[in-house]
């Protein structure tokens, strides 16, 4: 294994369970932890954007340019995201089945879509 690998692995693992802790602590109301998770959170995502700049360093990429396809990719991504982890959070948390399985297979939809728009049809 690289080194690169190996420490993008690293970092996005812990980057991902600090993300992952943090929308937990924020969003079950019974833990009480709403401020302490977004702070997690924001703890979580700024180690996952800190792990792709050192990955990309590391491999000699060129930076991630902002263009509107790579602000579009982002947005979907995050929608996507978003809309599987409040169908989630409806089906498990809220009892609401129905509503929560419709909502997260459109967030489903929503990240494969993600794969023709980014690598494009051929």
């Known amino acids: 294994m690289k080194k690169s690998t190996f420490t993008a692995m690293s970092l996005g693992t812990i980057g991902g369970i600090l993300f992952a802790l943090g929308m937990c602590m924020a969003l079950i109301p019974e833990w ?14 700024v180690v996952l954007l800190i792990m792709a700049g050192v990955w ?6 060129a930076p991630i340019r902002l263009s509107g396809k790579t602000v579009g990719a982002v947005l979907i991504g ?32 929503a990240l494969l879509c993600l794969i023709p728009f980014v690598k494009g049809l051929k």
């Open 78 to 109: 995050v929608i996507g995201a978003l809309l599987l982890g409040v169908g989630m959070c409806l089906t498990m948390v809220w009892s609401n089945l129905v509503l929560g399985i419709v909502i997260g297979i459109i967030g489903i939809i």
């Open 32 to 45: 009480n932890a709403f401020r302490p998770g977004v702070i997690m959170g924001a703890a979580g995502a």
């Open 56 to 61: 990309r360093k590391m491999e000699n990429k």
